[in-house]
């Protein structure tokens, strides 16, 4: 619920790509490979030249870099930026905005995750009245796009009393059924047999979902997770709407609300360094959990 | 056929109704809530004017819709919108296609580009917004610096075409992780066998690229083209927000940027939901659009 | 250890009706194989005595008692599907104890009970392992091994084997049948094969289209097939189906009659019909003769590869003798 969309709501459409073997002894030897190589190594400049740069930026003081040309390399007041960033920063501590960024992300995915599998494991695998009514309530879901709503949103939040709440961060933003959706496709590729195995064996229903349908989802809640969290903490929009209290900023948000009103010189190490903390998380977890991320992303139609 | 398989059943079944209705309860309440409720009422505030103190609700039927379609900042919005979204969407795929056929080309090693390549997935579209900013900063800017050296004075607080020149790079730049995941999966998955007998044909790198390998490429290609103009549309908020917030003069104020101004800003809640339900006709095309097209992609 | 009686048995899923009524008297420790083609309805019956599909009416009783209401586990079975349904995450070991562990066995019995069936199923090495590391035959033991320690009244076999190369498949239907013998549980299995019913069954279910055509053992099942469709389905190559009017003596209502390929000769003297060799397949210890009627008809006739083979595209005569020709009428009936 913000201006941004659902990110599983395009992986449902997905086109699979099929694991081939990079193999091809098509023109890759000599000059081609380094050419190859330099190829890539002039498009990795362009993109980590703005990280780059702001890295530097936060390891210099104030005035190098308001008398431009700032320095490329960086400086040395790298520990005296980021603590006072973490500590002090502009409008709240960093560190503070950082927690607040920390559990909306981690709520986000959780909650999300949680009712997706409750709700994917009640619409695959029980006959209930209104199952259907449900199952295209969930494909509207992925249908309508989250900005319809955001002055409506708002108002049940304000009336809830839930701005500048972790309650108000978090549950608009699960309110998708797009995860639904794609472990829905996920149980219907699981064998009919192995619920009618674990019938025979004598499992009740919630026993087979906790026994054998969530181990068996194992690498699928990993991949979404990986999503939801970069999801949930780049947030802009509806922190920006719901936290008018500084101590509940989050940092993505938190980085814009930095700058000075007017004409006032922004203090550049401190954003810069905040910009830097700010991707560090979400980089860990895509960088760490890259194959499930990957995964999640390219094959998540199933 | 995918639309068989997007509603077929399962055999087996449990018995029993109230503990599947209980497992459906969050989600349905959640949703109801903060989804359903707030999206009938975008649609239900569209068809009202508030009066200036909020205190009643004019019936108006569809004369928020008349009114928006006869203003012309909000038609200069679409056309800003359309322009915004297909340079975004031209430069993030461009580039990465040609990272990612350069990468399909190496035998070893082309995971560590991935791994470096995936950052910018990571970085939100606001601290991109701001990094660029930092960057092309008027005052303390390098690049806006080295360009004054070059004899180029940037500003893109005055300058709308610059200032679009900078919204639309930096939302590309954070976009090309991911559309370079997909070419580099959808290259992959052209059989080696294809590509190697073509060379046998004699067909050099660029014809092969041109007649097979781009072809072959299309059903991602066309995913991606769909998919990077929703993102445009929508998840550059923060990018605009940070950099130009609109401006200058509008020049950047794509339409869900002005859904956020007109409503939030300007309080203009009827014009603001009206808006809102425009974004939600072109998103449900946009999205039927591509459900067709991936049933048709069988064939492929 | 236990009866399975099922009387009257009939499932339709919405309208359309897919078993007819079906009623057959299990005695404790037989081996029932039910055969049919594809859509017969064979599959949805074992369901039914499993308690995966619900019975639409009549009565289904395991050890004289009413099943249908009951759920899989309390009614004494264990079933062997025909992709195994292994639990992929979980060990050999625990795939077999699972059911065990719902059932709140004591840790030392299911330890017990698991090494004694994997030991029986040769699977002594491979407790640690996971499904995905076993061959198709070791995961076919596995899910016996399952079956097994539950100590089930019944065994319920769902097309085990079909997914087994031939050689394999051979060889698993003995360890199938030595097993059944050892426990001397009842069994009840499914398949499409007649080859595996043939030697498995100590009596038989023929099913066609919801209908149980016949049941009995087997060799009475092969000599006397009370329908057309079961002297068809059952016997390889199938029996010949002639005119009524090249019969000996018929009896008044039949329409067709059927001669086994092995009860036919090729003979000039006496013969009931003639016509022109298309094709023989020697198979070695024996040759098939396939012969075109002048009617169009093709019959077969299986011979001793001792005996002379005549040559393609000859006419030649066939005979049978009376004891050996079987009448059907316009039902498909036997008469």
Known sequence: MTAQPDPLAAAVTAPKGRRAQPDGMVEKRGAGLWLTHLGLIIGLLFIFFPIWLAFVASTVSQPEIVKPPMPLLPGDHFFENYRKALVAGVNAPVAMMMLNSMVMALGIAFGKIVISLLSAFAIVYFKFPGRRVFFWLIFLTLMLPVEVRIVPTYEVIANFGMLNSYSGLIFPLIASATATFLFRQFFMTVPDELAEAARVDGAKPMRFFWDILLPMSRTNIAALFVILFIYGWNQYLWPLLITTDPSMNTIVMGIKQMFPSGDDVADWPVIMATSILAMIPPVIVVISMQKLFIRGLVDSEK | ?300 | MATVSLSGVKKSFGKTDVIHGIDIDIADGEFIVIVGPSGCGKSTLLRMVAGLETVTSGEISIDGRRVNELEPMDRDIAMVFQNYALYPHMSVFDNMAYGLKIAGTPKGEITARVEEAASLLQLGDYLKRRPRELSGGQRQRVAMGRAIVRKPAVFLFDEPLSNLDAKLRVQMRLEIKQLQRRLGVTALYVTHDQVEAMTLADRMVVMNAGVADQIGAPLEVYGNPQTEFVGGFIGSPPMNFLDVSLGHAMPADAIRLGVRPEHMQIADAGAQTRGKVMYAEALGAETLVHIKLPDGSIATVRQDATKPQPDEGTEVGVTWDKADQIAFDAAGKRC
């Open chain 2, 1 to 300: 056929m995918r639309s068989g398989r997007i509603f077929m059943e399962k055999r087996v079944t449990f018995k029993g109704i109230w503990l599947p209705l209980l497992l459906v309860l969050p989600q349905i309440v959640i949703t109801a809530v903060f989804f359903f409720y707030p999206a009938g009422q975008a649609i239900y505030q569209s068809l009202f004017i508030p009066d200036p103190f909020g205190l009643s609700m004019q019936w108006v039927g569809l004369g928020n819709f008349a009114f928006l379609f006869s203003n012309s900042y909000y038609l200069a919005s679409f056309a800003t919108t359309a322009i915004f979204s297909i340079l975004v969407t031209l430069v993030s795929m461009g580039v990465a296609l040609y990272l990612a056929v350069l990468a399909d080309r190496l035998i070893k090693g082309s995971g560590v580009y991935r791994t470096l390549l995936i950052w910018p997935y990571a970085v939100a579209p606001a601290v991109a917004g701001v990094l660029w900013l930092f960057m092309f900063n008027t005052r303390v800017g390098v690049v806006t610096w080295y360009l004054g050296v070059l004899g180029y004075d940037w500003n893109h607080v005055l300058n709308g075409e610059e200032a679009m020149g900078l919204v639309v790079v930096a939302s590309a730049w954070g976009r090309i992780s991911y559309n370079f995941l997909f070419f580099l999966a959808g290259l992959q998955a052209i059989p080696k066998s294809v590509i190697e007998a073509a060379a046998i044909d004699g067909a050099r790198f660029w014809t092969r690229f041109r007649t097979i390998v781009f072809p072959m490429l299309s059903p991602t290609t066309f995913f991606l083209l769909v998919v990077n103009i929703v993102y445009a549309f929508f998840e550059t908020f923060g990018v605009i927000h940070t950099i130009t917030s609109g401006g200058p003069q509008q020049s950047t104020t794509i339409l869900v940027y002005k859904v956020y101004a007109d409503g939030f800003v300007g309080q203009d809640l009827g014009s603001s939901a009206a808006q809102s339900v425009v974004l939600l006709a072109i998103v449900g095309a946009l999205t039927i659009f591509q459900f067709k097209f991936i049933e048709r992609r069988v064939h492929y």
